[in-house]
């Protein structure tokens, strides 16, 4: 059974920095393309970013984050990250990961069939 819980939200001051992780439980984590998703009220929930399965080589981002943020994952640890810089009000939303079979990751929420629970990132301007 897939199971994915994030931590790591918080309140953060415009311009500051999160690290965002994901741990999964429950399956072979290095077998699966990973990503961050992420909802604001009121908005549908839209790609962060993505990693591909086994190891880190690729990877992709949301126009709105690219430069900014930063995914990684390490398979030892079933731990799946995103480190975000320079944070702006805009980024406030629920931040979800999510796991999909296969080596590349897609931006789509319809192609990952796993999801955490979300954690609140709040930037105050």
């Known amino acids: 059974q897939v199971q994915l819980v994030e931590s790591g939200g918080g309140l953060v001051p415009a311009g500051g920095s999160l690290r965002l992780s994901c741990i999964a439980v429950?399956?072979?984590?290095?077998?699966?393309?990973m990503a961050w998703f992420r909802q604001a009220p009121g908005k549908e929930r839209e790609f962060v970013a993505g990693?591909?399965?086994?190891?880190?080589?690729?990877?992709s981002y949301g126009d709105s984050v690219r430069g900014r943020f930063t995914i990684s994952r390490d398979n030892d640890g079933k731990e799946l990250s995103l480190e975000m810089n320079r944070l702006k009000p805009e980024d406030t939303a629920i931040y979800f990961c999510?796991?999909?079979?296969?080596?590349?990751?897609?931006?789509?929420?319809?192609?990952?069939?796993?999801w955490g629970q979300g954690t609140q990132v709040t930037v105050s301007s």
């Open positions: 429950g399956y072979t984590f290095s077998a699966y393309s």
């Open positions: 990693i591909n399965a086994w190891n880190d080589r690729m990877t």
């Open positions: 999510a796991a999909k079979r296969g080596l590349v990751p897609r931006n789509a929420v319809s192609e990952y069939p796993y």
